[in-house]
């Protein structure tokens, strides 16, 4: 895909970003759409962990940094995968307005 890895959560990563999109628009664009994807699937499992309610077993600072961490890479796993997502947002992005 790109050449531009992981998701822009540092300065250095999302100036890389801002770099791309001057030289390689295309390839920048799809790479924001992945991260968008990205982050909206951990914002939806933060939602769905939230909703469960806690367990009394696992109800520990460790056990949240944890869960946190695995939700985390399982969303960049997702989001590379693809749920659909990041396709439709890069086809909005690259339409051309008509006249």
Known sequence: MSSIPGLAFDSQ???DLKTASSK????AAEAAAKQFEALFVG????SMRAAGGESV???SNAMKTYTEMFDAQLSNEL???GI?????LLQQL??????
Do not use: E, I, Y
């Open 94 to 99: 690259q339409k051309t307005p008509s006249k």
């Open 24 to 27: 390689r628009p295309d390839q």
């Open 57 to 59: 077993f696992f109800d």
């Open 43 to 46: 914002q939806m499992m933060k």
């Open 84 to 88: 659909g997502l990041a396709d439709t």
């Open 79 to 81: 989001a590379s995968k």
């Open 13 to 15: 990563q999302l100036n």
